[in-house]
């Protein structure tokens, strides 16, 4: 690959003369899931300091804890004296309700993140908490517990933008990556390497830079990191703690799990290892070289001291972040192709989970369960045939009126229930396409690829959907079903799925 | 549908494709920006083998499976003491031979190795093994060595040999995968673009409305672009084609055999149907999950290598009452075996070597290779006994008719389970 800068001016900070529409359309799909018209118009007034400032506020944005994960937790310590007591068919029968029950908090849960996430406000943020998520992964499928998980990302939203080496000791506490990576079956004596191979390989260095010793001792180390039944929250057993000293990256010592992380990240490797993780998720497929990750990594090492808050400032407010070479051509995930749909309809979020959650799942997706402790790999991955079959009957659920009589009696509560919150908007209603009515057929085109598409679209499609638009013009019933029609195709469109 | 048969610009065959031209509609009937994958399968008018071509299917047991207790050694006393409370006793494995015997729940498995459709190749690793699942299934799916970084898969070389020069641009799928969690598997990558095809366990992904379909139709691909739109476009038309057809084949097929009701044996199902539907792919791929058992492996495993026999052998009984069983060779595999000494959670920590199947009517049944030393202190691995390029070496020159030695970048000595 070519890039465009230098490895010494990448990470300059962008001069404030290339802060144009283009390039803040860039930061907000990028950083967030889409870029609205209003909000073009106020980080362009801004300028680029100041809105990363508001895309990453000072405070964690907060997630209360949704009802039926509260529930869980609430009822856990008496769960445990339940299971405690039963004897064969009942204990297993306690066993499999609360799985199930956990089951319905982790599908409540997913949908209620995507409604903290699909408020611009918080996106920019929430889509931080998801990357730092496909850093330091647990998945539900392993972590039959939606409360952990709950207080996984609740660990993740807390330091997202802190202190790199403190979050990670917070994750290796959090009880969801106890039970993700059997930290909580390592004990003296008894080593289980799961949680100290992926530390190193994924979250920490990257792998090369490490050896099989290292995490054999790391393992030692990390002994006796416990979660406490009755509460489910974690707790240390010196007990089960291997004491011993260990060698790691050439040094000994009496360490324990907070020693290793401290160790990991005074190796070089750290520094560049999140950068490296960032580019993937934010740049895309093309790869930095290595001299480049090293170059962001040095300075966060020794200027910026592993305080995430001084990467994020660094990695979007640089000059490489705005290469020609990232513009419009990374795939957007499932998450944020759903998301930004939203956003860029002005829609809500379905509070019916199988409608949320069924086609996430198709796409490739599912919230809170990637398919393994990589996370998802992103990029051309999320495209094959059946995923874009996925996306493009997404659009059309969008668009399609929903069916009252096909919801369950549940379902039809919790849709009342959001009606009273003030959420209604659930798909393109005709009187939403009104705006759109008063446009020629090249307005109409010209504002879909404005506003919605980050790549142009292939000169002959676009005179297809000009021809399409100016048939039968004259009946406006036809007309309208011909402009809902137009958009819905540009949606659809392979334009459409990049950013 | 067939209602989106008839009215799409594009045929839903190459061969169809080729009817239209020859009848004299001709190429620009498909307007001035036709695909470029169609103009390439115009202009190579050389059909690509149909009839009694052998297809490959691949069972990727993503996690790790452990082989020790899959092919069990029970007459090995070193067998009960690395597994002191995972060790299977010998009353309970089925067995295959005086010292091997299957896990208890692959019953079905066992009575396709007494037919004599089941191979068993014993202990396949590589040198200097990497314990990462990540790094050992790129491995696996490259096929290269362990320090050496290839970045196309060994059924994508296969399909860059065969193909090239041949139409490559016919836009029915060389490869298809079902079931797979990160999308297209790195094993059917080649350096040149394939048409591959990628399905959900239950079926073809619903696309969008019709008249969308038709709009999108134009929006194609332009000859030689490398980007992601470039990609997807291409991607997109191969979909809107391949898509009709395939849910046309699907919905038509007719299995001869009860599959049990999970997502495994569903794929299975319709690769079944894809095979007797007549498609020109030579290469499946489906993923079974769920093999990285550090805790408690006992239960996992039996579930897992429960569903794994079950599916196959229905797979196997719908393929012979369709007569299509000769042309099939379906082998797993795993990016490796776990430690052969039991962790202290009743689990297995990711090691070496292990077992694979390779199942199939013309298959050659029987254990080959040979078996693990187990004679290894309790923290230590396995060393392999055959290489797993041996086995993808055999595959391509005695199964699908391919030379080894361009894809694999060297000779290795064959399997001979074919």
Not at chain 1, 153 to 168: D, V
Not at chain 1, 357 to 374: H, K, S
Not at chain 2, 75 to 81: F, H, L, P, Q, V
Not at chain 2, 285 to 295: A, E, P, R
Request: aromatic share 10%.
């Amino acid at each position: 690959m070519s890039l465009s800068l230098s490895v010494g001016d990448a990470w300059a900070p962008l001069p404030a003369s290339a802060w144009e529409e283009q390039a803040v359309r860039h930061l907000l799909r990028r950083a967030g899931w889409t870029a609205r018209a209003a909000d073009v118009r106020r980080a362009l007034g801004e300028g680029l300091p100041a809105t990363l400032d508001r895309l990453f506020p000072p405070a964690a944005v907060a997630w209360p804890e949704p009802d039926s994960v509260a529930g869980l937790e609430r009822d856990l310590p008496d769960f445990h004296r339940q299971v405690a007591q039963a004897m064969g068919e009942a204990k297993r029968k306690l066993r499999r309700d609360a799985f199930e029950r956990s089951q319905a908090a982790v599908r409540d849960m997913s949908v209620n993140w995507m409604e903290l996430a699909v408020v611009p406000e918080n996106s920019a943020f929430e889509k931080w908490v998801a990357f730092l998520g496909n850093v330091f992964v647990v998945a539900t499928e392993k972590v039959h517990n939606a409360a952990y998980v709950y207080r996984h990302f609740e660990i993740l939203a807390s330091g997202a933008l802190g202190p790199a080496p403190q979050l990670a000791k917070a994750v290796s506490r959090s009880p969801a990556m106890e039970v993700y990576l059997d930290l909580a079956e390592n004990r003296t004596g008894a080593p289980n390497e799961n949680f100290a191979r992926e530390l190193f390989e994924l979250f920490l260095l990257g792998e090369g830079n490490y050896t099989e010793a290292d995490i054999k001792e790391a393992a030692r180390a990390f002994t006796g990191y416990r979660i406490r039944p009755a509460t489910g929250r974690f707790a240390f057993a010196p007990r089960q703690h291997d004491d011993g000293v260990k060698t790691l990256f050439g040094q000994s010592g009496r360490f324990g799990g907070d020693d290793v992380i401290d160790l990991a990240y005074c190796q070089r490797a750290a520094g560049a290892h999140l950068p490296r993780r960032m580019a993937a998720f934010y740049l895309g497929d093309l790869r930095l070289p290595p001299e480049y990750e090293f170059a962001i990594g040095d300075r966060w090492r020794t200027e910026g001291a592993y305080d995430l808050r001084w990467l994020v400032r660094n990695f979007f407010g640089s000059r490489i972040f705005f290469a020609p070479e990232f513009r419009g051509n990374l795939i957007k995930s499932p998450v944020q192709l759903y998301l930004g749909l939203l956003q860029d309809l002005n829609l809500d979020v379905m509070p019916v989970p199988r409608f949320v959650l069924n086609p996430l799942r198709q796409m490739g997706e599912t919230p809170f369960n990637p398919p393994n402790v990589r996370g998802w790999i992103g990029g051309r991955s999320w495209i094959n045939s059946a995923s874009l079959g996925a996306r493009r009957a997404l659009v059309e659920r969008l668009f399609t009126p929903l069916d009252g009589a096909a919801l369950t009696a549940d379902e039809q509560q919790d849709l009342v229930a959001a009606r009273a919150g003030g959420k209604s908007r659930f798909a393109m209603t005709e009187s939403d396409l009104d705006a759109w009515m008063a446009l020629s057929p090249d307005q109409v085109l010209g504002s879909l690829q404005e506003n919605f598409l980050s790549a142009p679209p292939n000169p002959e499609f676009l005179s297809q959907l000009r021809q399409f638009l100016q048939g039968r013009a004259t009946d406006p019933a036809e007309h309208r079903r011909r402009v809902r029609r137009a958009i819905l195709t540009a949606l659809e469109s392979p334009e459409y799925q990049v950013c | 549908m067939p209602a989106h048969h008839r009215t799409s610009i594009l045929p839903t065959t190459r061969r169809e494709f080729l009817r239209l031209t020859g009848g004299g509609i001709g190429l620009l009937a498909f307007g001035r920006f036709a695909p470029a994958f169609l103009v390439n399968s115009a202009l190579a008018s050389a059909p690509a083998p149909e009839k009694d071509r052998s297809i490959l299917v691949l069972v990727q047991l993503a996690g790790g499976n452990d082989g020790l207790n899959t092919l069990i050694p029970f007459e090995d006393a070193n067998y009960y003491r690395l597994r002191p409370t995972l060790g299977i006793p010998a009353g309970q494995v089925l067995r295959v031979s005086d010292t091997l015997g299957l896990h208890p729940s692959c019953a079905q498995l066992q009575r396709l190795f007494q037919a004599g459709s089941l191979a068993v190749v014993e202990n396949v690793g590589y040198p200097n093994p990497n314990r990462s699942h990540f790094r050992s299934t790129e491995i696996w799916e490259t096929a290269s060595g362990s320090g050496d970084f290839i970045n196309t898969g060994w059924v994508g070389r296969f399909l860059d040999n065969t193909c090239a020069g041949a139409p490559a641009g016919n836009h029915d799928p060389l490869a298809v995968h079902i079931n797979t969690p990160n999308g297209e598997p790195e094993t059917l990558v080649g350096s040149l673009p394939h048409p591959t095809f990628g399905l959900s366990p239950f079926g073809a992904g619903r696309g969008g409305s019709e008249e969308s379909r038709r709009l999108l139709e134009h929006d194609s691909p332009s000859p030689g672009g490398g980007d992601q739109v470039s990609f997807l476009r291409q991607t997109l038309m191969d979909t809107l084609v391949t898509e009709v057809r395939v849910q046309k084949v699907l919905a038509d097929y007719k299995p001869e055999a009860t599959y049990p009701g999970n997502p495994f044996a569903s794929s299975l199902r319709s690769i079944a149907g894809l095979i007797a539907g007549g498609l020109p792919t030579r290469v499946y791929f489906v993923t079974l999950s769920g093999f990285d058992t550090h805790v408690n492996q006992a239960e996992t495993q039996a579930r897992l290598l429960g569903t794994l026999s079950e599916g196959l052998a229905a797979f196997q009984q719908d393929l012979q009452a369709h007569r299509l069983d000769g042309q099939v060779l379906t082998m797993t595999f795993s990016e490796f075996g776990r430690r052969p000494g039991e962790n202290e959670s009743k689990g297995t920590d990711h090691g070496t070597a292990a077992p694979l199947f390779v199942l199939g009517s013309r298959v050659r049944g029987g254990i080959l290779g040979s078996a693990p030393k187990l004679d290894v202190p309790k923290n230590q691995d396995l060393t392999y006994s055959t290489d797993f390029r041996s086995v993808y070496g055999t595959v391509l020159d005695r199964w699908l008719g391919s030379p080894s030695g361009k894809v694999l970048g060297g000779p290795f000595p064959i399997v001979p389970f074919v």
